[in-house]
Every structure is written in structure tokens, then in C-alpha cells.
């Protein structure tokens, strides 16, 4: 049903920026949220930020004040902005997309894409 293919990861400096986009393709139910997720290897994902379908936006604290979500829903396409990066930041990132039907909880994740912050 939901799809998601996400692009620009990459190489970037410390303080650098990078924009990741997901492209979503599907029907979105009412009660759902996009966000993104970052894991290292022998590490669990960890979930960065998310927006709701009624435009909540939740931060985790390791990244707060230094990227954003945003989300096009007229072009199915989420952002992820990352400013003043740190080379904490390198890992997998991925786009998540969930609903939730009868208390119910159902993920579709991204293929990930990699981002390394190095000197």
C-alpha cells in the first residue's frame, strides 16, 4: 500500500548541511504519521522526528534546534533539514511511515540512506 523511497544522503563536513528527501506513494489514513530514524550499526533505531497527518511535529533531544521536518502533502514528499552536523550524525537514516486501525500500530519503512559526517 504506502511506499517510500527516499534520496539525498552523503558525505558532509562538520557544521555542514544535508536535506533528505522521502517520496510517499499510497492512501494515508487519518490517524498516521511520517518521521525519520537514524541507526548505527549494533545500535537500535532511534527515532529523530515526526509529523502527525494534522502537522505535530516531535523533535528527539539529540537533534532538536538542528533539523526539521517538513512535509509536502500536495506532492507526497517529507524533508528531513540537517543543519550544524556533528560526526554523531553519521549513520542509516530512514523514513517511516505508521497508522494506527483498532489500536493497532502498522510501519512502512524506507530503504535507508547513509550519511557520513567526517572531517
Known amino acids: 500500500q504506502v511506499q517510500l523511497v527516499e534520496s539525498g544522503g552523503g558525505l558532509e563536513q562538520p557544521g555542514g548541511s544535508l536535506r533528505l528527501s522521502c517520496a510517499t506513494s499510497?492512501?494515508?489514513?487519518?490517524?498516521?504519521?511520517v518521521g525519520w530514524y537514524r541507526q548505527v550499526p549494533g545500535k537500535q533505531r532511534e527515532l529523530l522526528a515526526q509529523i502527525t497527518n494534522g502537522g505535530r511535529v516531535n523533535y528527539a533531544d539529540s537533534v532538536k534546534g538542528r533539523f526539521t521536518i517538513s512535509r509536502d502533502s500536495a506532492k507526497g514528499m517529507v524533508y528531513l533539514q540537517m543543519d550544524s552536523l556533528k560526526p554523531g550524525d553519521t549513520a542509516v537514516y530512514y523514513c517511516?511511515?505508521?497508522?494506527?486501525?483498532?489500536?493497532?500500530?502498522?510501519?512502512?519503512w524506507g530503504q535507508g540512506t547513509e550519511v557520513l559526517v567526517s572531517a
Open positions: 499510497g492512501n494515508f489514513s487519518r490517524d498516521s504519521a
Open positions: 517511516n511511515y505508521y497508522e494506527v486501525r483498532l489500536g493497532i500500530r502498522y510501519d512502512t
